[in-house]
């Protein structure tokens, strides 16, 4: 037991380390990573399709449409006087921010074309130098409206990109609207992305922003969005993502810290908001649904004025685009075509509202890992192969629909691709160690049991070693012995090569016959077979089986008798046969070293001593009323006597077993019962002690049925009675000798 223990605590620790290994291994990580950015797209997209659309009202978008461009000309023309009328019209609406998801890194000058144009019609009209009309229409723009904008409604953030692919990197100052915080004031900093050559809005209009801010949402290796990045780092300094300035300014955000967890927002009036985060500082995108969550309105109709300024009151608006032509549409988990300006207003929403996704804590997560590996182990070991391949997958799903529920209630991401890591290297680790061990356990069974069982029982017990349960145990069997007569004469006067020929095709039949009634060979002793029928696996008609197989084991005996009879020898050769049924201690009665499989107990003995009671009896085949009591009228017999064997002082009824209906014809039938019933008559006689009508009923029956040896046997034992009677005669005959 100590051994079988070790055995399991090794394969576990021999398991945890390998697997712990293998996930420092590249292509396990990128597998892991794949399957959780799989189960979040999924996780999303489920609850999504199941949950009520609603628009959101307090992020509003100002939507650069196709209906924009149709209505107020190509994008590119537009002059930035529009944005500063937007600005103004929104801002004097009550708007609590203004956010600008576009760049703004260039003059708004007229083209060569557009200059020439306007030079040569001024000139035509009003007659002034061609020269000072070009250089005063070249000098006109649009930028200093939208400035002015910018700076009377002192709520507008403008954003700023990272020009990274560019080669020409130089350090630039950063303005002083711009958040910076030097890094060396954090004791703890994810590994977030680095800023490499910003490009910040052309400096009118920079000035007079009331923020700046990077907008950059980096999509994951696989080209979809599913993380927000609140802070980057640019040189020695931590800059802030354009949207997550407006929630440091909405929330009055005071100071900011990190721990591997959590981005930690801190307000002047003390309270606080936790952003969960990753170890490269983004944060879960927490959608709401497809694109166009929250309420959009077109940008044309800001600038015609068709929106009552008063809606814009206490909103944080975005500006931004979801015409196709403008090419800022991303893929996130449940859209293929989501507007980039919306990924800020989720963010913004999730972070004013506290809907963030939480990562479950490393601990728990552990804790949960360690619960899913024993269940997995459990399961995987308690059921054969097939429930164990068929657990697999609803362990899977179990861990799923739980996860599931976390997400949907809770907003806790679990990391599902250890989940689905550690339930499929476990579900291996058992499979192999089974197959191993089942193997090896296969081939025990079939060493020990091989030559001692049919091959049904065998391919069972080779499916279900589980059902062979080793060591003794209490079964209700049938026994079954056998003995040739005379045996030792036999043996003593036939050459060895003739009685190798005979015993060889001799045990081959009868032991076939056992096998083909879902019998066990436990043994040959000698010439002597021993049998059990009911194990090792349960056999609901036992007894009927191992009857069978003798009635067929008599007709075999005479078979084989008659092909050896030139040998004189093997003439008239007689198998005697014991059959009792009971309650017996079955199973390992052997040693670690030598497995055997056997019965015993008072009825394993009874068979044996019912064996050798035929010698006495002139029976060929005995069998005991427990037997009896358990056979059809299928089956032929008669009562022969009540027997106490030696060194037992309660009798048991014995019955001789003669055929098998089936095998008699009618008249043969009709005529064994009424001999069988005159028998009876007698035996009864015999039983009360009238010994002198027993023998003279016995006298008569012999006249007519003058070849019966079991009456011959019992008129002897009669006469012998009448002459001595036997002390307090209760109708029980005990047996002096085995």
Known sequence: MK?????????????????????????????????????????FNISIAGREKKKINDVVIIDLDEKSIQKLGRYSSWPIAFYGEIVNYISEGGAKAIAFDMF?????????????????????????????????????????????????????????????????????????????????????????????????????????????????????????????????????????????????????????????????????????????????????????????????????????????????KDKIVFVGSSAIGLHDLKTIPIDLNYPGVELHATFVNNALNNEFIHLVDKKLQIILLIILIVISFYLFSRFNITWTVISFPLVLLGAFLFDYFLFTTHSLLINFGLVIYFSTTSFIAIVLYRYKTELQEKMKVKKTFGHYLPSSIMNEMLNNPEKLRLGGEYKNVTALFTDIKG?????????????????????????????????????????????????????????????????????????????????????????????????????????????????????????????????????????SEATKNELSDEFIYREIDNVAVKGKEKGVRIFELVDLVSNLEENEFANIKIQ?????????????????????????????????????SLKQKIESFNLIPPENWSGVFKMESK
């Open 3 to 43: 051994g079988k223990y070790f055995l399991v605590y090794g394969l576990i620790i021999t398991y945890a380390v390998v697997s712990i290994l293998f996930l420092q291994l590249a292509p396990v990580n990128g597998s892991i990573n794949k399957i959780n950015k799989f189960i979040y797209d999924l996780k």
């Open 104 to 312: 703004f890194t260039e003059a708004d000058s007229l083209s060569s074309d557009i200059v020439s144009y306007y030079t040569n019609d001024v000139s035509k009209k009003l007659n002034l130098d061609k020269e000072d009309i070009y250089s005063v229409i070249k000098s006109l723009n649009t930028e200093k409206i939208f400035a002015d904008a910018l700076q009377n409604s002192n709520i507008t953030t403008l954003g700023a990109f990272d020009n990274y692919f560019r080669d020409d990197l130089k350090q630039i100052e950063l303005p002083q609207n711009m958040l910076q915080i030097p890094i060396e004031n954090f004791s703890y900093l994810p590994k977030m992305k680095q800023i490499t050559n910003p490009n910040l809005p052309i400096k009118t209009l920079s000035d007079k922003a009331h923020r700046i801010g990077f907008a950059h949402i980096s999509p994951d290796d696989d080209g979809t969005t599913r993380h927000y990045e609140p802070m980057f780092i640019y040189d020695s300094l931590l800059v802030a993502n354009f949207s997550f300035q407006l929630v440091l300014d909405a929330l009055e955000i005071d100071s900011i810290s990190f721990t591997q967890s959590y981005c930690k927002l801190y307000s002047k009036n003390g309270e606080k908001i936790d952003i969960p985060i990753d170890e490269e500082g983004r944060t879960y995108l927490n959608f709401y649904s497809g694109k166009k969550a929250f309420r959009y309105i077109s940008f044309s109709d800001i600038i015609q004025k068709r929106i009552p300024q008063k809606y814009f």
């Open 487 to 623: 045996f030792t004469s036999i043996s003593e006067n036939v050459e060895p090569s003739e009685l190798t020929k005979f015993l060889k095709e001799y045990m081959t039949e009868l032991t076939s016959s056992v096998f083909n009634n879902e019998g066990m060979l436990d043994k040959y002793i000698g010439d002597a077979i021993v049998a059990l029928f009911g194990v090792p696996l349960g056999l609901e008609n036992h007894a009927q089986k191992a009857c069978i197989a003798a009635i067929e084991m008599r007709k075999l005996s005479h078979k084989i008798s008659a092909k050896f009879s030139n040998i004189e020898q093997f003439k008239d050769l007689v198998t005697r046969i014991g059959i009792n049924t009971g309650d017996m201690i079955t199973g390992n009665m052997g040693s670690e070293q030598l497995f055997d499989y056997t019965g015993i107990g008072d009825n394993m003995n009874l068979a044996a001593r019912l064996e050798a009671l035929n010698k006495y009896y002139n029976s060929e085949i005995l069998i």
């Open 676 to 712: 069988f019933n005159q028998f009876s008559i007698i035996l009864q006689n015999y039983y009360s002690g009238n010994w002198k009508l027993a023998n003279e009923n016995l006298g008569n029956y012999l006249e007519i049925y003058s070849s019966d040896l079991v009456a011959i």
